[in-house]
């Protein structure tokens, strides 16, 4: 099984992922596509790093911002 590195949403989208989005104070997780998000990211002129995107989003559960993104099993 060969390892792959997923240090962008580039590449969560080449290899299949999902995105999956967990807030760092509540808990609340969501998953996006991770080629949709690419592309909102792509129109608002923003970084793709995961590091960055972590930071940007905003929980809709309780407003905190900063999240935890890791890969989820892309279901559509």
């Not at 997923?6 to 969560?12: D, G, H, P, Q, V």
């Not at 969501?30 to 949709?36: E, G, I, L, P, Q």
């Not at 995961?50 to 911002?65: L, N, P, T, W, Y």
């Amino acid at each position: 099984m060969a390892r792959y590195s997923l240090e962008s949403i580039n590449e969560y989208a080449r290899r299949g992922y999902a995105v999956r989005v967990t807030c760092q104070s509540c808990g609340h997780a969501v998953d996006w596509n991770a080629v949709s998000l690419m592309r909102e990211l792509h129109r608002l002129r923003a970084s793709m790093q995961i590091d960055k995107v972590g930071a940007r989003m905003r929980c809709s559960g309780c407003g905190h911002r900063g999240a935890t993104i890791t890969p989820a099993a892309a279901d559509w």
